[in-house]
């Protein structure tokens, strides 16, 4: 049975590719068959998979204007045996080029539908934005996972997006269930951070993941090496944190 996670938060700087890159490469060294694909026009998760962004022939662009196989659109990554469905700056026109096509809505699930057995895991990197590309990942999507950083103003705009999630729930994908909100960037010497997790704590219906991500010079130095955490620095705190979400998602996976 494959699981299909979107990460996302429409605030931009939460780590949410870091979360999504790092998750997913995690997954696949404990063994699990992973698909990865990036809806965010910057392409970071690409090029964070030592993908070169603008060498590509087909990207998830191509494949939901329907110029490309689901086949066609993914790429090897830096991870052994894992694959990536791209994306670059040519993404950000999409949503014009989407208007006037019926069921638009469901463009990437009917795609994914096709390959979805052939993992166990599919984790999808959101813009930061609530727009067609972001409904299309939650259409896809079994669960969302929220990363949320830890800082004064974390809990801004997460209301939002949980009434998109419900708004998707309701008329789109009924199944979608918000699978958990992750704290990124956590620095245990400060009161803040620790202020934050009791705050979304408190206020949140949601489950939260025990797993803290710190903030971490390592974590924020791999992407420009076009790897992920494990692969650059297999020793970090930023590792062993990503590691041990990776668990409690197979766990929760499990249940």
């Not at 939650?138 to 997460?158: F, K, R």
């Not at 020793?235 to 197979?250: D, F, H, I, N, P």
């Amino acid at each position: 049975m494959s699981r299909i996670i979107a990460i996302a938060n429409q605030k931009g700087g939460v780590g949410k590719t870091t979360t999504a890159i790092n998750l997913a490469s995690c997954l696949a060294e404990a063994g699990k068959k992973v698909l990865t694909i990036d809806l965010d026009p910057q392409g970071n998760m690409t090029s964070g998979l030592g993908v070169d962004k603008n060498e590509l022939e087909n990207t998830v662009y191509e494949l939901m204007l329907d110029e490309c196989s689901i086949k066609e659109s993914m790429v090897d990554t830096v991870v052994e045996g894992m694959k990536v469905i791209a994306s670059n700056v040519n993404l950000a026109g999409a949503e014009i080029e989407l208007l006037g096509i019926n069921e638009k809505e469901y463009i990437l699930k009917n795609a994914v539908d096709y390959i979805r057995d052939d993992y166990d895991f599919i984790i999808i990197d959101c813009p930061p934005s609530l727009n067609m590309l972001t409904i299309n990942a939650m259409t896809t999507a079994d669960s969302v996972l929220v990363p949320i950083q830890c800082e004064y103003y974390a809990l801004e705009g997460l209301s939002q997006l949980i009434h998109t999630i419900d708004l998707v729930q309701q008329r789109l994908n009924p199944n979608l269930t918000i699978d958990g909100v992750v704290f990124t960037m956590y620095d245990v010497r400060t009161n803040l951070s620790n202020q934050v997790v009791d705050n979304v704590k408190s206020n949140l219906d949601a489950k939260i993941y025990e797993t803290l991500i710190p903030r971490n010079i390592r974590l924020a130095e791999a992407p420009s090496h076009g790897l992920p955490i494990n692969m650059y620095d297999a020793k970090s705190a930023g590792t062993e944190s990503y590691r041990l979400l990776a668990k409690e998602v197979m766990e929760r996976t499990d249940k």
